[in-house]
């Protein structure tokens, strides 16, 4: 049952989250970009691991 609440939650605030983006005036070529911003973190792992996994955890908080 906590699984599907959980799915459920991620659900709504993702289209929350689309439902917002849509009130800016913005193009929506922006949300896709601004969605996956924070996995570009994981070019850090280019230098090292150590500053990757450092890199990735600061952008993702």
Do not use: R
């Not at 949300?31 to 952008?59: K, W």
């Amino acid at each position: 049952m906590m699984k599907y609440l959980l799915k459920l939650e991620e659900i709504a605030m993702f289209l929350c989250a689309i439902f917002l983006f849509n009130q800016l005036n913005f193009s929506w070529w922006w949300f896709p970009a601004l969605l996956f911003l924070p996995d570009l973190s994981m070019l850090g792992h280019l230098v090292n691991t150590t500053v990757g996994a450092q890199l990735y955890n600061f952008v993702h908080h």
